[in-house]
Structures are given as C-alpha cells and as structure tokens.
C-alpha cells in the first residue's frame, strides 16, 4: 500500500479539491461556449473551462493548472517545497497536448514569411509537466511525462506508486494535467464524437463528450511516513485492446485485464464503488458498462465527467482524487446528466443520487485512444 498524503486539483468544477467536492455533490457548473477562443463551427460545442485563472507567463496553460494543483497537494500533505530536495522526490505528470507546438500567433507569422520573436517557442520548451514541476521545486529526482492519450493521469500515478515500491523514491508527485485549445477542440469536433449540448454519461440520449480542462497532483510516499494518509494506492492494472485506434474493443478484454490486475487479490466484496471513465460518447459508455456489469455486479458507478468535461490526460488524476476524497466521505456524487437508462447497456446504470457506501475499496478507471486501458485501486484511510 502507497499512502497517498496530499491532494490537490483544479477543473471546471472549482479551483481546489474541497470546491470540486462541492459541486459534484451540488448543483455544479455546466458546460458553456468557449471564451478562450473562437471557432466558425456552425454549432456551439461548450466547453468546461477554469474560469479566472492566470497563468504565470513563463509557462503554458497546463503546467500553469499543473503548478496550482501541486501547491495545494503539498499545502494538504504539510510539505515545504524546500523539503522535498531533500527527500529521493520523483515527479511523474500525464498529459495529452500539454507541450504541444499550438502557438498559433507564432506559427501563423512563421507561415506568412515573417520572423516572429521566439519566445513562445522558449515558452513551449520550459513547458515540458513534469520538467518544469521539477525545476520549479528543484528536484533531481526521477522525472517522466507520460502521454498515452486519455489514460496518461491514471499511468502517471500507477507508475509512481511502482517507483516507490521499487525503492527509487521516498516521495512522488504524480498527477495529470490538460489545457484546452482550438487544435484540440476543432480535433475532437471532427472525430464526431462531441456533444452540443451538456454530456449525459451512460445516458440512453448521450450525444457525445464536453471537453474540459483542468489538473491533479497526489503526493505519494512511501510506507511507514509519519504524514497522515489520506488514501492509499493498493493496486495499479494497464492494457491495450490492439483493436482499433479510437474504438473500444466491443468486448472490454482489454479493460477486463486492467481491472483484474489492479485488483490483484481484492475481492469482489471489498469494491465499494467505481468511478468510472464515463465520456458519454456511445462506444465507451457501452463497453465499459457492460465489463462492470459482468465483473462487479451491483457494485455502484458514477462518471463525474457531467461536472467537469473530459479533460484528457488530466482526466485520471482529477477523478483519483475525487477517488480518494470520496472514500474519506464514504458517499459518492450522483452521476450528473444521467436520466434515463439505455437498454443497450444491459441494465447497467450510474448512481441518480449521493449514495453512502460501506468498504474502503474503490477503483478509477480510465480509456484511452490507442485502445489503452487503465486502472487504479485505491484504499480510504484507517
């Protein structure tokens, strides 16, 4: 068990982990048309974006949303930045577009013949996640970006609590963090697979996902810690369906794998809830409904994408934590923007209302492009 002693997270839903609480279990915020940028699209597409945050201007967006979640993890885990050069601090941070060349000023001068200045470009090469989270702290440490599409926040975090195990570090900030942008919007609006109006996961009327934005960090360490720990990371399960780029295998095999191994020898029982990757698009909601239905039968699941979007490789991060917060809590949010149940899904359907639960056992499960599957099993505290 890798206990988990510090928490942080920004999103649509709120700028720290206790407001996004709040709004899963409220009413929460709703998708809107985006104000970052524009699009000729003949439709809308909202957008769940963190409203009033700057930047600091060294940085992109992301690693911007990423510095802010780490402050609060560590504030949560009662470390000083200056304590943690002085431990073996990893730093492992999934993201998707997070150091992607989407400088449009810069690349619409450079096309058009002209020789725009070049920090922007400076810009993007100090916007690395994981390299600038561990220059800003100045560790030395094991440091990784993992990009492996949507799953990317879930692997950072198995794959720190490995780095522990393995006796490489004492600490790990691991986490996930996205910003939006018009590449990515017009990428996702052109797959089909995003929605015109609010998101519906699992919904029989679900027309697809609302992107979003947003980053979360855990402070991981290692057993024995004095620090008080909030959850724990008990199990950590990753597959590939090898089946299509963008599609779900229709028989869940590879999340079905993910699953087993990342609950290694935890029972069936001892799953109080699932927090599941829930996009709302039909082909996701659909496989993975059906693999819940099979192997956890009348064990409750919730997607909290309806409160904050999909925001990609941030998405396994933010919904750990909202994991681990949950745990503590002992209930779980209801399902925002499920109404009606779909008969495709075999009588499969997410939690309508806030729901205590017995157990300290809950898994969050993440799919990706590129048929990657991922899933954490994690512990509440004791």
């Known amino acids: 068990m890798i206990p988990v002693t510090g928490l942080g997270c920004v999103c649509g839903a709120g700028g720290t982990l206790a407001a996004c609480m709040e709004a899963l279990f409220g009413d929460g915020p709703g998708p809107a048309p985006a104000t970052r940028f524009t699009s000729d ?9 963190v409203p009033g ?36 601090t990893g730093v492992i941070i999934g993201t998707t577009v997070g150091c992607a060349l989407n400088d449009e000023a810069f690349c619409r001068a450079y096309r058009a013949g002209g020789h725009p200045g070049l920090e922007p470009m400076e810009r993007i090469l100090r916007s690395n996640p994981a390299e600038a989270l561990a220059r ?10 993992v990009v492996n599409a949507c799953s990317s926040g879930t692997d950072a975090i198995g794959l720190g ?4 195990r393995a006796g490489l570090c004492d600490i790990v900030l691991a986490g996930g963090a996205d910003e939006l942008s018009r590449i990515t919007f017009n990428g996702f609006v052109s797959l089909k697979i995003t929605s015109e109006e609010a998101c519906r996961p699992f919904d029989r009327d679900r027309r697809g996902l609302n992107l979003g934005e947003g980053a979360a960090l855990l402070v991981l360490e290692a057993p024995g810690t004095r620090r008080r720990a909030r959850s724990f990371v008990l199990g950590y399960g990753s597959s590939c369906d090898a089946y299509h780029p963008t599609a779900p295998s229709p028989d869940g095999a590879g999340l079905r794998r993910a699953i087993a191994e990342a609950m290694g020898g935890l029972a069936q029982a001892e799953v109080a809830f699932v927090n599941a990757h829930g996009t709302a698009t ?3 909601d659909r496989v993975e409904a059906l693999v819940l239905r099979d192997l956890l039968p009348g064990v409750p699941f919730l997607s909290t994408k309806g409160r904050t979007g999909h925001t990609l490789g941030a998405a396994g991060a933010i919904e750990a934590a909202f994991t681990a917060a949950c745990l503590e809590l002992g209930r779980i949010p209801p399902s925002a923007g499920f109404c009606t149940p779909d008969p495709a899904l075999g009588g499969a359907e997410p939690v309508r209302e806030a729901t205590a639960f017995p157990g300290g056992v ?3 499960s993440s799919l990706a492009f590129g048929g990657n599957n991922a899933v954490l099993a994690l512990g509440g505290p004791r």
């Open 282 to 284: 039909p082909d996701n």
């Open 53 to 88: 945050f700057t930047c600091d201007p060294r940085f992109l967006r992301t690693s911007g949303l990423l510095l802010h979640a780490t402050r609060e993890a560590l504030r949560d885990a009662g470390l000083a930045p200056e304590d943690l050069p002085r431990a073996r």
């Open 161 to 164: 609590a490995s780095w522990i």
């Open 362 to 364: 809950a898994l969050s």
């Open 41 to 49: 699209l003949p439709a809308a597409y909202p957008v769940f974006e």
């Open 136 to 145: 800003e702290l100045g560790l030395a440490g094991p440091c990784q970006t």
